[in-house]
C-alpha cells in the first residue's frame, strides 16, 4: 500500500512540481530518489541502485530511452524510466519504471508523469507500453487501469515480502 502523510506538503499539488525530461548532470538526483524508494523495500523489486554515477549519466544519454523527472525546489522527487525494446522484433514497445519519494505521493504527480512519458511514446513509434506491479500496490494498479493500461498476466506469488507472497502483475496500454 502506499503510505502518505499529508502532513509533509499538505497542500501541494501536481502543480507545484515541473516535469521534464532528464539530462545527464540529473544523474546522483535520479539516484538518490531511486534509491529512497528501493528503501522502502515495498514499492521495488530492488533494494540497492545498481549503476553508478557515470553509468546513470550515460544511461540518461541513450537516446532509445527517456528519463522523466519531477523536481521541486531543485531536489529529484519522482524518476520515470522508459526503455525501449532493444532488438528490431520489439522495437514498438517500451517498458516502464516509475518512483516517487515519500511525502509526495497522492498530488498527481505519477498522472503528470505519465502522461509526459504517453507523449514521448507516440513521438517515438511506441505502440505497446508494459509495467510491472507488486499485487500488493493496489494504488498504483488503480492509477494504471484510470490510465488506460489493463492487466495482460501476472506470476502468482513471485515476490515474498513482509510474510507474505505477492503476485508481479503484468500491465499493458497500447497507442
Keep these: 500500500m502506499l503510505h502518505w502523510h499529508a502532513k509533509e ?5 501536481a502543480e507545484d512540481y515541473l516535469v521534464r525530461l532528464a539530462e545527464p548532470k540529473d544523474a546522483r538526483g535520479v ?6 524508494v528501493m528503501d522502502e523495500r515495498i514499492y521495488l523489486v530492488g533494494e540497492y541502485y545498481m549503476l553508478t ?5 550515460e544511461r540518461l544519454k541513450n537516446p532509445d ?5 519531477c523536481e521541486k525546489d531543485d531536489q529529484i522527487i519522482g524518476v ?3 526503455q525501449r525494446g532493444f532488438h528490431r522484433k520489439n522495437r514498438h514497445t517500451a517498458n516502464l519504471g516509475i518512483a516517487i519519494k515519500k511525502g509526495h505521493r497522492h498530488k498527481g504527480i505519477g498522472t503528470k508523469l505519465m502522461q509526459k512519458s504517453f507523449e514521448w511514446c507516440k513521438q517515438n513509434g511506441i505502440k505497446k507500453l508494459n509495467l510491472e506491479v507488486f499485487s500488493s ?3 498504483a494498479i488503480e492509477l494504471y487501469k484510470k490510465l488506460g493500461f489493463e492487466e495482460e498476466g501476472r506470476r502468482k506469488d513471485q515476490f515474498f515480502m513482509e510474510g507474505t507472497y505477492v503476485d508481479d502483475v503484468f500491465m499493458t496500454k497500447y497507442f
Design 9 to 13: 506538503h499538505p497542500n501541494e499539488t
Design 31 to 36: 539516484i538518490m530518489c531511486m534509491q529512497s
Design 53 to 57: 554515477e557515470k553509468g546513470e549519466q
Design 65 to 69: 530511452d527517456a528519463t522523466f523527472v
Design 80 to 82: 520515470l524510466t522508459l
Design 137 to 139: 500496490n493496489t494504488n
